[in-house]
């Protein structure tokens, strides 16, 4: 969700400037400080963080800056160009703007453009573009004039389109609208007639552009209030044809129609866009951002003095003339969700380690690591200073973690795991772990002799795992057939999906019995009833109480015959455990796991019918000794509940019925439900009754308390 | 101990008046409570919370503020304009003044007591001095734009803030210039309502000013800067009352309490932030429920939180930290029912007379062939009628009522007034003829009693006196005036006369109870004084003992003709009452005897009747005093060892009224509560279970 934050006041005293507010605001080479150029004379240089100026320039008595000042990224020097045709280059340690470095030039300069990565390039008033660097070789070189008479630069951006530097520029003749594109990997300027649709006659009062893939999308905020898109190739097919482009609305009425000035457009990101200026025409001059792909208003901001229509929005910071204050508005972005949109965003994020929230920024988690951030800073070439490296870091012990894991043998791994673990525990403690079994699943992937079975139980069990930090690992597991990090996973990780919940249980009930007598799992849930399933000298039960119900007095003659045919069987079946313990605990992982009925639906009908049998087996024999006790629940630490029991046998015969009964096998297991499911549906029936009829006696007492307004009653006193 | 059958009336259509403000005073350990119809009550809380006095309400008297001021002086003001100085002696009202500023909604007297302000109506604030028979206007404070409704004192006298519509003015009180306008946010849970309205403020002496308001919020602001420092939103509907402990008796204003319009009642400490930290702040602590609809009164008293609001109870909540033993004080109360008597019978023709606030009704009780056994109820033969619905003149409330043992006479009285009525019967038709040229002595009553034979009438009168009227067919002849002993003005409150008629006694709120000869007219005798006021008084036939209850629940018998008390009363004093009897929480309000059976006393508060027999042996602190169980089976001695002298039944709850008819039957009125809530407005809807 878009915000903007509370602004503040840049400059304490007002601009010296003339109507129009200042002629730019751009970033300098230090995030967090950006050039200031009013309409008359100085520069400034401000630290916005903290609100202060770090530096001030001016030209002499009677020259003007015409031309905003930028900093050329590649030397950390300022550019400025003041009565049209002179040059000034300096740096922070200059004082005086006099006895800095100068030179004239033969035309009139419109813009000089600086970004980063690029040398800054000089647009000239003609029309023609030149480099900084092959201009100042000869700074009296010819400029050709490529635009006609007549013909206005209104509005130019410079930006880099996969890695080449791209300058955009509108002309205005008539009414008419051109657009000039310059690639400066090709030299070829392209030229485009905007058109604006048949409907009206606006003039166009603001643009701002934004690349899309192989498209540079300009957006134009017209005087009839509307925001309208245009998109321009960004490689045309015939680049010397003059091409025709038409706009196409975006935006309906974001200001009012007959705003005079003040107004102003700035693409944010993909999806939002600022807006400047009044949204009715009787109100105030408004702040808006605007979500452009749902067409909503996200958050506006009043301004109640006034602005003067320009719009500056560098680093996460959107400047402005509020009044005859520079004001400057923080504005955030975040990353929407499902989770935000649903209000399930946790927002206060806890101090407490274990109550860490299991959401991650993916934009920041992974791929930004530490250390990335410095490569691109030293390839910087520097002119004449050296820029001193500001970010220092010491080696913390994950980076050591996660370099040894790429290299170091299993044993290394292990033990430099476990001083990892040692440590306090940092807040981004999860990410790392994350990091670190992404980077172990990594090196499986290149050696696959390389096993790290240890320290990824190891790293599950520190219970700040999910599934969604670390992708990978269950599919490896299962691809291992390893059913003890299986495991392990179902009871740790709370975000499985149902899929992989199901392909565990598909390995759980089809792994075979010598298999499973290898492995060490857990049995924490079935510690007491394997014992009673082992020994099989279970006494014989030849009444289960289903329930307090017993079934000799169900009336369904039929189904019933079948199952006093052969009552001892019956009773054995139900008694004796079908698997065994190791797979009853693997299957009550399963059990414990998180789902959603829906999801997990479709995955249940992949699983052969046999399984399916024995499944429903172990579940029918969990509920009978669930009913064995009074508070219906199993013996053992941490058993599956008679709710879960429920739930999957339904799950797995809604699934599955139709395969199920067909299969002799399953018949009886079924007859057994069913009249479970009767002998459930009576008492049912017989508990109304008896709430009906305590309703009824309830009214009865009530009616005897409340009596009417008057009687004669007797009473005696002892 | 008997079979009686019950008339078990329910037809009392009582529904008491909201209460409007609470006043605490510290001095006297009372309270004074304003209802919506004009009625101001006076609680003594150190008397069991008995309500020892009343002044009646009237038709155009809404009480808006109330306050005590110099010591024992009640004033009280209200919307039309008049500040009102109640004479707590003659219980009546001493003065009105109007204040000249419109509708007043807010009244405080200073810290010392000297002087008094109001807030108006026009937005003026007034400042009246307090003079020893009167007060004074001085003078205005700044204009506000819109009207007062709240006020507050700087404990030293210096300031006071004023809560108006949307802000918060602080004024000096020297000069009378407002130095501080401190605005309320109007916004209400991000939606901005109309406007915010500062139903209460309160002055620390800090300077902090907390205001309570309609949007729900607690707010502390510096009245020295103006500036709002913090904000509790405690409910999402108005809050409407907030008081602080009193500053005179606790050193520091460590606890305040408010009311909301959902009836939660917060309590509000100063406290250390860490323990052993010398930072204090203000910390909701405790929210209590005890009612369903507007709180809009709150007091603070040293021990407990006081609170009163549109469901009509006085809900006084101890504080268990500041109650040291567990006695009386520390039981929570609810106060519903007033404590003084409403209904009037006439025995012989079996007739209701029910006091409303502006209008009486008179009932015929129906009747039965039937007998039954306990517990049975009988069909009727003939029911209850309602014979006549008197409406009263003029805009008082009727402060008592009378219907004479013959029914043929009925007597009520309002604040200036007192009317006679003779009634008619004739077959079902019913003659009310007023008796007219009432004497000029006859002004307002606080309580009238025929005498058994109907022809004595006995008014107690607001001056200490009671007069005695003879009752002839249609007129009547004034027999004689027992003036007060010289130098009481206490007025007389309880009327008693004996069933052969030669005994009259009357007691006021704190003297002792006079007894007087009514063939002789003159004093016979004073009982001694007793610490707690007298709730009900009754002379008992033949023998002509008094019979004398008294808020904390002590009962005496007086022999009138021996001049001293009896033997039963000095044996049930030396050994004592029951605990659990006189843990009771309601006084007794009558007392009635049976005609056959000299040794039994019938006596009923709200919640329970009893039958005291003196020949039994009295209880002592381990047998039981409440026994509900009829024993079915049990041998004879065993009943015999466990019967004590009181037999208690706690069938008939809320009891307004319990008489013998004769010596069989029994009348009692009763009063549901959930019958009155059904008479109240509405209260706030709210949502339960995150709907």
């Not at chain 1, 070439?381 to 170091?408: F, G, H, M, N, Y």
């Not at chain 2, 008489?659 to 039957?665: A, F, S, V, Y």
Request: charge should be neutral.
């Amino acid at each position: 969700m878009a915000a903007l934050e509370e602004g503040f006041t840049l400059t304490a005293v007002p601009l010296g400037s003339g109507p129009d507010g200042p002629l730019g605001v751009e970033q300098s080479d230090k995030t967090d400080q950006f050039l200031v150029t009013d309409s008359g004379r100085t520069v400034i240089l401000y630290k916005v963080s903290d609100q202060k100026p770090l530096g001030s320039w001016s030209v002499k008595q009677g020259q003007i800056i015409t031309c905003p000042a930028v900093c050329n990224f590649q030397t950390g020097e300022y550019i400025v160009v003041h009565d049209n045709k002179v040059l000034r280059i300096w740096n922070n340690e200059d004082v005086n703007l006099d006895k800095v470095f100068k030179a004239t030039l033969s035309a009139e300069v419109y813009r000089i453009h600086s970004i980063q990565g690029t040398e800054p390039v000089v647009l000239f008033k003609e029309g023609a573009i030149r480099g900084l660097e092959a201009l100042l070789a000869e700074p009296q070189q010819k400029i050709e004039t490529v635009i006609s008479d007549e013909e206005v630069i209104k509005w130019t951006k410079f930006f880099m389109v996969f890695r080449h530097a791209v300058l955009i520029f509108i002309t205005e003749k008539h009414g008419n609208y051109f657009a000039y594109v310059q690639k400066f990997n090709s030299r070829i300027l392209s030229k485009y007639t905007l058109l604006l649709g048949q409907e009206e006659k606006s003039v166009t009062q603001s643009f701002s552009t934004s690349v899309h893939r192989k498209f540079i999308s300009l957006m134009s905020l017209s005087s009839d209030g509307c925001v309208y898109e245009t998109l321009i190739p960004v490689h045309p097919s015939d680049p010397e044809k003059n091409q025709r482009v038409v706009r196409s609305l975006l935006l309906k009425s974001v200001v009012s129609g007959n705003a005079r000035s003040g107004v102003a457009l700035t693409i944010l990101d993909q999806d939002h866009v600022a807006v400047l200026g009044p949204p009715l025409s009787a109100s105030k001059e408004c702040l808006s951002i605007w979500n452009t792909k749902f067409q909503t208003l996200q958050t506006s901001k009043e301004l109640p003095q006034g602005t003067s229509g320009q719009l500056w929005y560098h680093g996460e910071n959107l400047f402005m003339l509020h009044g005859k204050f520079l004001t400057v508005i923080p504005y955030k972005c975040e990353v929407s969700s499902l989770a935000g949109a649903l209000g399930k965003l946790k927002h206060s994020q806890d101090p407490d380690i274990h109550a860490m929230t299991h959401f991650v920024n993916w934009e920041t988690s992974q791929g930004y690591g530490l250390g990335s951030q410095n490569s691109e800073q030293s390839k910087r070439i520097l002119r004449r200073r050296k820029i001193e490296v500001s970010v220092q870091l010491e080696v913390p012990p994950s980076t050591q973690l996660l370099a040894a894991i790429q290299k170091d043998s299993e044993k290394h791994i292990e033990v430099e795991l476990r001083k990892f673990l040692a440590v306090k525990r940092t807040p981004d403690f999860h990410t790392i772990i994350g990091d670190v079994v992404i980077g172990l699943l990594g090196r499986y992937k290149a050696e696959p002799s390389f096993y790290p079975r240890n320290c990824l139980m190891q790293l599950i069990q520190t219970r700040v795992l999910s599934y969604s930090l670390c992708p990978g690992l269950m599919e490896f597991a299962l691809e291992k057939t390893d059913v003890q990090i299986l495991q392990l996973c179902l009871q740790q990780f709370p975000d499985i999906p149902e899929s992989v919940t199901c392909a565990c249980l598909k390995i759980f009930l089809s792994i075979g019995d010598d298999s499973l007598q290898e492995t060490d799992i857990n049995m924490e849930s079935v510690s007491d009833y394997t014992a009673t399933i082992q020994d099989g000298e279970i006494e014989e039960q030849t009444e289960i109480l289903q329930n307090g119900f017993s079934p000799e007095e169900d009336n369904c003659k039929n189904c019933a015959q079948e199952l006093i045919e052969k009552p001892q069987a019956a009773t054995e079946e139900s008694t004796s455990c079908p698997v065994t313990g190791k797979r009853a605990a693997l299957l009550n992982a399963i059990l414990h796991s998180a789902y959603s009925e829906t999801f997990l639906l479709p995955h249940l009908k992949d699983i052969p019918a046999q399984h399916i049998t024995l499944f429903l087996q172990y579940l029918y024999f969990l509920y009978l000794k669930c009913s064995e006790n009074a508070t219906m629940t199993l013996p053992g630490i941490h058993p599956p509940t008679l709710n879960q029991i429920m739930d999957w046998i339904c799950l797995l015969l809604d699934a599955n019925f139709t395969v199920v009964v067909m299969i002799p096998e399953a018949k009886r297991l079924l007859l057994s439900l069913y009249k479970f499911v009767k002998s459930q549906i009576s008492i049912c029936s017989e508990l109304n009754k008896i709430e009906v009829s305590f309703r009824e006696l309830q009214k009865l007492n009530q009616e005897k308390t409340n009596r009417e307004l008057y009687s004669i009653e007797v009473l005696e006193l002892f | 101990m008997g079979e009686f059958k019950v008339h078990r009336v329910r037809f009392f259509n009582y529904v008491p008046s909201g209460i409007r403000c609470v006043a605490y005073n510290n001095q006297s350990n009372r309270l004074a409570v304003s209802r919506t119809d004009g009625t101001v009550e006076i609680y003594n809380l150190s008397a069991n919370y008995f309500q020892e006095k009343f002044f009646p309400g009237h038709e155009s008297r809404a009480t808006e503020a109330l306050c005590w001021a110099n010591g024992q002086r009640l004033f009280s003001a209200g919307l039309n304009g008049e500040i009102i100085e109640y004479d707590l002696q003659a219980l009546n009202i001493k003065y009105a003044m109007d204040a000249f500023g419109g509708p007043i909604w807010s009244m405080a007297a200073s810290p010392n007591g000297s002087q008094l302000l109001v807030g108006c109506e026009d937005g003026s604030v007034k400042l009246f001095q307090i003079t020893p028979d009167k007060i004074q206007f001085e003078r205005n404070f700044d204009r506000q734009k819109s009207r007062i409704l709240s006020l507050s004192w700087h404990p030293a006298g210096t300031h006071i803030a004023a809560g108006s519509i949307d802000y918060i003015s602080v004024f000096d009180v020297k000069s009378g210039s407002a130095i501080h306008k401190m605005l309320v946010d109007r916004q209400y849970m991000g939606v901005s309502k109309r406007k915010c309205i500062i139903w209460g403020v309160a002055f620390l002496s800090d300077g902090t000013v907390i205001s309570v308001d309609s949007a729900g919020k607690v707010q502390f602001w510096d009245s020295a800067t103006g500036t709002l420092v913090k904000n509790h939103l405690i409910a999402n509907t108005d809050v409407q009352s907030i008081a602080i402990s009193d500053v005179s008796i606790v050193p520091q204003e460590d606890s305040f309490v408010v009311g909301t319009a959902e009836g939660t009642v917060f309590h509000f400490q100063l406290v250390s932030v860490t323990s052993n930290s010398s930072e204090k702040q203000w910390v909701r602590t405790k929210p209590f429920q005890h009612h369903t609809h507007d709180v809009r009164a709150v007091a603070h008293s040293p021990i407990a939180l006081i609170s009163g609001g549109t469901d009509t109870h006085l809900v006084i909540r101890p504080l268990m930290e500041k109650v040291e033993v567990k006695n009386y004080d520390a039981a929570l109360r609810k106060i519903t029912f007033p404590h003084r008597r409403l209904v009037s019978c006439a025995k012989k023709k079996q007739l209701l007379l029910f006091q409303f606030a502006h209008h009486l009704e008179l009932w015929r009780l129906g009747s039965t062939v039937a007998t039954g056994k306990n517990g049975d109820t009988l069909p009727l033969s003939k029911n209850a009628d309602h014979l006549l619905h008197l409406k009263t003149k003029g805009p008082e409330n009727v402060i008592c009522s009378c219907i004479s043992p013959c029914g043929s006479w009925i007597a009520y009285s309002t604040a200036s007034r007192f009317f006679l009525y003779r009634l008619n019967y004739e077959h079902d038709n019913i003659n009310l003829q007023r008796v007219s040229k009432m004497p000029a002595f006859l002004r307002s009553a606080l309580q009238i009693l025929f005498s058994e034979d109907s022809t004595k009438l006995f008014v107690a009168s607001n001056q200490g006196s009671v007069h005695v009227i003879r009752l002839l067919e249609g007129s009547f002849k004034h027999l004689h005036t027992f003036q007060p002993q010289s130098g009481t003005v206490e007025s007389m409150c309880l009327l008693a006369v004996s069933p052969d008629g030669n005994w009259l006694a009357a007691s006021g709120t704190s003297a002792g109870v006079h007894v007087y000869n009514v063939k002789q007219l003159k004093l016979h005798c004073t009982v001694p004084a007793y610490n707690f006021p007298v709730t009900a008084l009754a002379i008992a036939p033949n023998t002509n003992n008094l019979v004398i209850a008294h808020s904390d629940q002590q009962v005496f018998e007086y022999s009138i003709p021996d001049k001293q008390y009896t033997q039963w009363s000095r044996t049930i004093q030396k050994q004592g009452f029951h605990h659990l009897w006189l843990q009771r929480d309601t006084p007794i309000t009558h007392i009635s005897f049976h005609p056959k059976r000299p040794m039994h006393i019938f006596l009923h508060d709200a919640y329970m009747f009893c039958i005291i027999d003196k020949s039994l042996p009295l209880p002592n602190d381990k047998t039981l005093l409440y026994n509900p169980l009829p024993p079915t089976n049990e041998s004879d001695i065993i009943r015999r060892r466990t019967a004590h002298a009181f037999k208690i039944s706690k069938k008939y709850k809320p009891l307004l009224f319990m008489d013998l008819l004769d010596e069989r039957t029994l009348v009692v009125v009763e009063r549901p509560l959930d019958d009155i809530i059904a008479q109240l407005p509405p209260p706030i809807k709210k949502k339960k279970f995150g709907t």
